[in-house]
């Protein structure tokens, strides 16, 4: 479970995240959406610690992100905006790094990956030095190392990027299977057909502020009429 406590965030004079109030339950897949600039990795950078919180705070299974940090990262795994991250190790390299920091034992992380980077094509790869990888298998690594450890909790920034399709549907599939195990997905997206198939629950986020979060179903029943989870979004974004 993610909870986000009343946080803001603010460079120079400008609020980035205003009073930012959201649970994310285990078991769900939650979509964050909005536009360019929104907060979204702002505040995915707060959760992740990568980002310092002003003011609030951030539990990950009721760890404090801020007070206890070591503790929070031990709960979750990330796959970050930038799949760009230490490139001169090779692929297996970089897993086995991971899996070094999270105490993942032989057995279990070889399994891991013979498994994912067989699934997504990149099992002869591993050998290569990530920097030789294109967007794309940067970005499968990255999704491999994330769930090594099996984290209780998985954010992803974007994580479709990149993505040829049998990935992404291999990802949503992934995607599903965690939380249907119990398990909590924080994902933030452009791709509204992804969020309206495969999400539990969304929030919507402009300007820092959390203009909605629920079921796409409460979403319609909020509209006057019948509308598409794009034409729902365009509306509450622009008023």
Known sequence: MIEIKNVSKSYASRKIIDGLDLQI????????????????????KMITGITKIDSGDILIDGKSIAAEP??????????????????????IEYLNFLADIYDVDSAKRKEHIEKWAKEFGIYNNLNDRIQSYSHGMRQ???LIGATLHSPNNIILDEPMVGLD??????????????SESGKTVFFSTHVLEVAEKICDRIGIINNGKLLFVGT?????????EEKSLEDMFLEIVEE
């Open 25 to 44: 339950r285990n078991g769900e897949v939650f979509g964050f959406l909005g536009p360019n600039g929104a907060g979204k990795t702002t505040t995915i």
């Open 70 to 91: 070591i503790e929070a990262k031990k709960l979750f795994g990330l796959v970050p905006d930038n799949p760009d991250i230490f490139l001169k190790l090779k692929g």
């Open 140 to 142: 499968k690594i990255n």
């Open 165 to 178: 399709p049998k990935s992404s549907h291999m990802l949503k599939n992934m995607m599903k299977e965690y």
């Open 216 to 224: 796409i179903d409460e979403l319609k029943a909020q509209m006057k």
